[in-house]
C-alpha cells in the first residue's frame, strides 16, 4: 500500500463549481496535514495547514481531516479561474521535517 | 521579506559537467532540503540538512552531494549529471516539525 494516493486527475470545472480534492494515507506517524497550491512554473506554495481531525476554513477553502479514516479533503468553494493549479497534499510526522507528498492533481477552472 | 532563493532558475549542460545549484533562506531555519518533482512521480526528496554540518539522504539521493557549512545556505552538487538528472528542483526550508517554505524552483536540462 503506498504511503499517499491522491486522486490524479486532471479535472477541469466551470467558475463557480465546488471542488472536492482528495488524498488517503497509510502512516499513523502524520500529525499535521497540508495542502500546497503550485502554478505553473512556480515553487509549491503553502495552502492549508491542520493538526486535528475535522475542518479548518480559510475563506473559500476548507481542509477536512479524518484521522480514523486516515483521509484529508480541501475544498473549494465559488472556483475561481485564479484558482486553476496543481493541488498537492503532504503530510509531517513531527519527529522529523521530511514532508511526504502526494502526486498532485491538476485543477482547470473554466470561465 | 521571507524567502527561499535558488539559482540559476534555468540551466541546459552536458553530461559529465560538475553543476552546482545554490539555495539560500533568510529565515534562519535549522531545516533545509532538496526535491526533484518529475511528472507522475510528484515530488522526492533528495537531501535533507537538520543543521549545519549536519546532512542525510533521502528518497533519491544517487548522483547528488550536498553541503552545509553555513546555516542559510545549502547547495545541491552534480558531479557528474546525466539525461535522467533532467528534472525541476526545489530547495525547502522549514523550523523543524513545521511546515517548509519552497524556493522558485530549477528547471535543470542534461543533454
Known amino acids: 500500500q503506498k504511503e499517499v494516493e491522491q486522486d490524479p486527475g486532471p479535472l477541469s470545472v466551470p467558475e463557480g463549481a465546488i471542488v472536492s480534492l482528495n488524498c488517503t494515507y497509510s502512516n499513523s506517524a502524520f500529525q499535521y496535514f497540508m495542502w500546497y497550491r503550485q502554478y505553473s512554473r512556480k515553487g509549491p506554495e503553502l495552502l492549508m495547514y491542520t493538526y486535528s481531525s475535522g475542518n479548518k476554513e480559510d475563506g473559500r477553502f476548507t481542509a477536512q481531516v479524518d484521522k480514523s479514516s486516515k483521509y484529508i479533503s480541501l475544498f473549494i468553494r465559488d472556483s475561481q479561474p485564479s484558482d486553476s493549479a496543481t493541488y498537492l497534499c503532504?503530510?509531517?510526522?513531527?519527529?522529523?521535517?521530511?514532508?511526504?507528498f502526494g502526486k498532485g492533481i491538476t485543477l482547470s477552472v473554466r470561465p | 521579506e521571507a524567502q527561499v532563493t535558488q539559482n540559476p532558475r534555468y540551466l541546459i549542460t552536458v553530461t559529465g559537467k560538475k553543476l552546482t545549484v545554490t539555495c539560500s533562506q533568510n529565515?534562519?531555519?535549522?531545516?533545509m532540503s532538496w526535491y526533484r518533482q518529475d511528472p507522475g512521480l510528484g515530488l522526492r526528496q533528495i537531501y535533507y540538512s537538520m543543521n549545519v554540518e549536519v546532512t542525510d539522504k533521502g528518497d533519491v539521493p544517487e548522483g547528488y552531494k550536498v553541503s552545509r557549512k553555513e546555516k542559510r545556505n545549502f547547495p545541491l552538487i552534480l558531479e557528474s549529471p546525466s539525461p535522467n538528472q533532467t528534472s525541476l528542483y526545489f530547495c525547502?526550508?522549514?523550523?523543524?516539525?513545521?511546515?517548509?517554505?519552497f524556493g522558485p524552483g530549477t528547471r535543470l536540462t542534461v543533454l
Open positions: 503532504a503530510f509531517l510526522t513531527g519527529a522529523n521535517s521530511k514532508l511526504t
Open positions: 529565515m534562519n531555519h535549522e531545516y
Open positions: 525547502a526550508s522549514s523550523r523543524p516539525g513545521q511546515v517548509g517554505y
